[in-house]
């Protein structure tokens, strides 16, 4: 199952453990926390020793805020999180092919991880999505199928063919958020097993955010933290739906106009997971705050001149640090992440630089 026979959302309901003398002795990869993880065998485990990437403290408009580097994982971004979990769940439970709908990385994530474990893949994307992470998907081997319009145009493809195949969905299908949690796990294993004050994540489908808060609450309830961080969604200004939700105290996600933006990956109009989303915000006494197209320029003209190539999604993350600094508190510790390499991104990149010069 991805979804429930009522057509709703699904949930793990899992009691994860941590035994921190036992990770500590283990490999650096999100593995480290089996327990943690619901596959039933090791033996269905896909995976290119993923995880554990940089957490990097950077210096942004002043201030010391920590950075997780997951542009580094092994298809580029930060997917490989709930890929690597859910297509081990594919292999446990023995499916051959699975379709899935993407802006483009969990897309080529997916593609990558079922290229292991020889799963047949046909991956759907809206047309207009960057050449780079299209190329990235066809070389895993994976089918590929671009659809005209929307990115909610693509998802609602995808559903009719999800009627006959396995819907390897990283919104739908709740394995993903599974991996996609350990991006807390491991934030609070770096920082001494202690939980950061605030987490300031892009969203879009909430596939980051909804994983941390999941495994903020995993540690929470297992007695290692003692709070849940405070979340701070960011989205593009051109694209900003949960953003008006919560400002306006709205009960639904609203229709909305949008607008083309550089943040490709998180211009989600109609985020199937939005009321989880803000229901996950409000319960870590969080907020919402939107970039705008300058501001997400230069934030990826700072990081670049700073050694980090990211992908322009990434920069939206970063614009949205140095608007929540405007009234951080000068001792929080704040933990953002670089979502994805700028590789993935190649002409959107070069267009930047052009109007750079």
């Known amino acids: 199952m991805w979804r429930c026979a009522c057509q709703g959302l699904l949930d793990i309901e899992f009691?994860?453990?941590?035994?921190?003398?036992?990770?500590?002795a283990r490999p650096r990869t999100l593995w480290r926390y089996r327990e943690a993880i619901p596959i039933a065998d090791d033996a269905h485990i896909v995976s290119f020793d993923e995880g554990f990437t940089p957490l990097?403290?950077?210096?942004?408009?002043?201030?010391?805020?920590?950075?997780?580097q997951d542009h580094l994982f092994p298809s580029g971004s930060y997917k490989d999180r709930g890929a690597s979990v859910l297509v081990s769940k594919l292999k446990e439970l023995g499916i051959s092919?699975?379709?899935?709908?993407?802006?483009?990385n969990a897309g080529a994530a997916i593609a990558a991880y079922c290229a292991s474990a020889r799963i047949g893949c046909r991956i759907f994307v809206p047309q207009g999505t960057s050449a780079g992470k299209l190329t990235q998907v066809r070389l895993y081997g994976a089918e590929l199928t671009e659809v005209p319009g929307s990115r909610e145009d693509t998802a609602r493809a995808t559903l009719k063919e999800a009627a006959t195949t396995y819907y390897a969905s990283h919104v739908w299908n709740p394995?993903?958020?599974?991996?996609t949690k350990t991006f807390a796990f491991e934030v609070c294993e770096q920082l001494g097993w202690r939980c950061p004050d605030t987490i300031v994540l892009p969203v879009g489908n909430g596939t980051l955010l909804l994983g941390a808060y999941f495994g903020f609450l995993e540690l929470l309830r297992a007695?290692?933290?003692?709070?849940?961080?405070?979340?701070?969604?960011?989205?593009a200004e051109s694209c900003a739906p949960l953003h008006r939700a919560f400002t306006e105290s709205l009960e639904a996600i609203p229709r909305i106009a949008?607008?083309?933006?550089?943040?490709?990956?998180?211009?989600?109009?109609?985020p199937v997971r939005g009321r989880q989303i803000l229901r996950a915000v409000l319960d870590s006494e969080g907020s919402f705050l939107t970039v705008s197209e300058t501001e997400m320029v230069q934030a990826l003209r700072m990081m670049c001149a700073k050694g980090f190539y990211i992908e322009p999604t990434s920069a939206a993350a970063v614009a949205g640090v140095s608007r929540y600094l405007g009234h951080a508190d000068d001792q929080e510790t704040i933990v953002s992440v670089l979502t994805g390499h700028g590789l993935k991104a190649t002409e959107k990149m070069a267009r930047v630089m052009a109007e750079i010069v």
């Open 258 to 270: 949008t607008s083309a933006t550089l943040a490709e990956g998180i211009a989600i109009a109609e």
């Open 97 to 104: 092919r699975v379709v899935e709908d993407s802006s483009g």
């Open 56 to 68: 990097t403290r950077i210096d942004i408009d002043g201030r010391a805020v920590w950075f997780k």
């Open 15 to 24: 009691q994860s453990t941590f035994d921190l003398e036992r990770i500590g």
């Open 223 to 235: 007695g290692i933290s003692e709070r849940l961080p405070r979340l701070v969604a960011v989205q």
């Open 175 to 179: 394995f993903f958020f599974q991996g």
